[in-house]
């Protein structure tokens, strides 16, 4: 079996008062880009050992409310997604697809 690897860095630019001003990320296949600019990341490891996640939530002072509101909807319809195509269970993700509209509905954000 040949082993494979895959780099994910992530800078984080923080202001005089540890705010983060940018992020910066790039990965071995990240095509046709060197690095990518983002202002908000959720980062979520899973420790099966502790049976506990571990979470990395960063926004950058330039992240608005709008964004952060289409940047969480687009999250959980994500994480529906994942759920389905990791568990197969349709029944679950799609009451979390429904939650996602009724989320975007209350958030006044457009789908």
Not at 26 to 36: I, K, P, R, V
Not at 81 to 109: H, P, Q, V, W
Request: aromatic share 8%.
């Amino acid at each position: 079996m040949s082993e494979k690897s895959k780099k994910i860095n992530i800078e984080v630019l923080l202001d005089e008062n540890n705010v983060p001003e940018d992020i910066k990320w790039s990965a071995t296949d990240l095509q046709g880009y060197d690095e990518a600019v983002c202002r908000a990341m959720l980062l979520s490891l899973w420790d099966h050992r502790n049976k506990d996640t571990l979470r990395l939530d960063l926004w950058t002072k330039d992240m608005t409310v709008d964004e952060m509101k289409i940047f969480f909807h687009q999250t959980l319809v994500t994480m529906a997604d994942t759920l389905e195509n990791s568990t197969n269970d349709s029944r679950i993700s799609g009451d979390m697809r429904d939650f996602c509209a009724y989320f975007a509905e209350k958030m006044e954000i457009a789908e």
